[in-house]
């Protein structure tokens, strides 16, 4: 491993799997998403949930969160899923230090209450975090639950951070577990790196352990891993690091194409899902822009029905010329709760869409669904009208393409007195030979009558999605 590291000027492995904090990346969300567990886990009180699939980052997130917590803060971490009822209170008052003469339950209990009280009194904080979270027994959650109830007349004395795969959010729908589901106040999800983003996450690591040169992995390369690894950190780092020695082993100091192929033949997981657009990003700028909700993780799971291509979507209307008699028709999407008018007929001059744009949302399948149908067709003539700096309301990006469940996610909008149907957009992302769903609500001038307007839409919506204002250039730019 020494010669490994010489060869190419590193102090250090860039691309071990075990967590180490200096290594952390906050690209792909991951440092908002911090920054918003520091703010809740200091300010807000009740249950926050993380989740993310095997390999994501949940753990060297978790590693993270407890080095930057204040020294006034004390941390208690467990990552042993198979904890009892009873063996998580002892495993709780061990990590506290807390000393007890009663082994049951309730004795365990009063001696914590007893000492969360006193260090909340010398202005103290107690901070839970559970690793694994999903494999733990149902009882073993009540449990939790339970802990969640240690107050003062004004204040909770514990805050709790599950951290879990996606089949959290499978227990936490049974209802055995309502109890525990409606303590939970912020949730947050740890996506896949997208390509773009794993390029930045090589480069990244590699500088982090030493190498001060210029980028080692290939564009080629890089982009092999991503499609590879799913962009799940952990199978980056497997293939980087693999491709890093078959570099040295034929004397380079540049990863190629050639060495990330031996490097994905070399290892024993294939490609999981598709590669989400770089505008997946999330630039969390405020808390509540980073928490996602539960309800959401429905619409955010792949799906295995195939897109049957039948009905076609229509093609936007042709703009006309400046210069013809007729001024160009303004977008006809507005929504009601627009604080600013849609864009005018004068802010734009030429299509904003490319022909091979409209053709691949064309070559989306809708089948017999016509809610979707006039949806794709509104949201053709307004991707092709709007200015690159008006702004509309993110509402999920999902690999489940069927046509049927965005039809039904339109029902419900359509049946509700609180969301207006024409005011929603669905985008239709074609990834290879597959397609992902762009939903976003709105036409508005600019960022601050997008977030007012965000503001209004129901609470479902706030707590299913991240309702992210984005510019219509950034729902463009990856069509």
């Known amino acids: 491993m020494s010669l490994y590291l010489e060869h190419f000027g590193l102090k250090e492995a860039p691309f071990r799997i075990t967590p180490h904090t200096d290594f952390f990346f906050d690209g792909a969300d991951r440092g908002a998403t911090l920054d918003a567990l520091l703010y809740v886990t200091l300010h807000e009180e009740g249950i926050v949930k993380v989740v993310g699939e095997v390999g994501s980052g949940k753990t060297m997130l978790c590693r993270v969160l407890i080095e930057r917590l204040p020294s006034h803060v004390e941390t208690v971490y467990l990552a042993n899923p198979s904890f009892t009822r009873e063996e998580i209170l002892h495993a709780v008052a061990e990590e506290l230090k807390i000393e007890f003469e009663r082994e049951r339950v309730t004795g365990v209990l009063h001696a914590l209450h007893d000492r969360l009280i006193d260090s909340y009194g010398r202005g103290r904080r107690t901070v ?62 740890m996506r896949p790196l997208s390509a773009e ?16 040169g210029p980028d080692i992995f290939a564009d080629k390369a890089g982009a092999l891993i991503a499609r590879a690894s799913g962009g799940l950190t952990r199978r980056v780092n497997i293939l980087a690091d693999k491709g890093l020695l078959a570099a040295f082993s034929g004397g380079t100091h540049a990863v190629t194409e050639k060495h990330a192929r031996a490097a994905i033949a070399d290892s024993e997981f294939a490609p999981r899902r598709r590669m989400p657009s770089p505008l997946t990003a999330v630039a969390a700028a405020t808390l509540a822009g980073l928490v996602l909700g539960a309800g959401g993780f429905w619409m955010l799971a792949p799906s295995p029905t195939p897109v049957v291509a039948s009905a076609r979507v229509p093609a936007p209307a042709p703009t006309p010329s400046p210069a013809a008699a007729a001024p160009p028709q303004a977008p006809v999407v507005a929504p009601a709760s627009a604080a600013t008018p849609p864009a005018s007929a004068e802010s734009k001059t030429s299509p904003q869409l490319r022909p091979e744009q409209v053709r691949r949302i064309q070559g989306y399948g809708i089948g017999r669904n016509p809610l979707l149908l006039s949806r794709i067709a509104a949201t053709l003539e307004t991707l092709d009208a709007a200015p690159d700096d008006r702004y509309g309301i993110e509402l999920y990006i999902s690999d489940n393409a069927d046509p049927a469940r965005v039809e039904r996610f339109l029902a419900r909008a359509r049946d509700s007195d609180r969301v207006a149907l024409e ?32 503001a209004t839409l129901p609470r479902s919506y706030h707590e299913s999605f991240p309702l992210h204002p984005r510019t219509f250039a950034e729902f463009r730019r990856p069509l």
């Open 128 to 189: 839970i975090l559970i690793d694994e979270a999903h494999a733990m027994p149902e009882e073993t959650l009540e449990q939790v639950r339970l802990l969640s109830n240690l107050e003062t007349s004004r204040h909770k004395l514990l805050q709790i951070v599950l951290f879990g795969q996606p089949e959290l959010d499978d227990v936490l729908a049974l209802g055995s577990m309502r109890q525990l589901k409606d303590r939970i106040t912020h949730n947050f999800r």
């Open 197 to 212: 983003e794993v390029a930045t996450y090589l480069s990244f690591r590699m500088r982090a352990a030493g190498y001060r």
């Open 423 to 454: 005011s929603l957009f669905i985008v239709p992302l074609k990834v290879g030979d597959r397609y992902r769903i762009w939903a976003f609500f709105g036409d508005y001038a600019d960022r601050a009558a997008a977030a007012e307007a965000a």
